[in-house]
């Protein structure tokens, strides 16, 4: 677990709060697509950190990640990951990878 310092709740001070995260995350500079699992193409984004389990991405648009979709790493689509998505603004998202 990691410290990581977050506003207080009622005077806006910074408290310590401890991440429930199971991997250690690293940050990196990745160009990626998100691909259905029917082969449609659903948008470009960029893997800003990636662990062993997931990663946050930087979206292109602010369209919904599907349920689950393939994070496509390579230039050709041979390294790929099974994703959902855990969380989701209009400009991140933060996913699981799915391991079956």
Request: charged share 25%; net charge positive.
């Amino acid at each position: 677990m990691t410290d990581r310092q977050t506003s207080g709740p009622s005077n806006g001070e910074l408290a310590m709060s401890k991440e429930q995260r199971s991997h250690i995350r690293r940050s990196v500079a990745q160009r990626a697509r998100i691909e259905s699992p029917d082969g449609l193409f659903a948008g470009d984004c960029t893997m800003i950190d990636v662990s062993a389990g997931g990663a946050r991405l930087a979206l292109s648009t602010p369209n919904r990640l599907p349920n689950r979709f393939f994070l496509i790493l390579s230039y050709d689509g041979t390294l790929r990951r099974l994703c959902q998505p855990v969380w989701q603004t209009d400009t991140k998202a933060g996913v699981q990878f799915i391991f079956e």
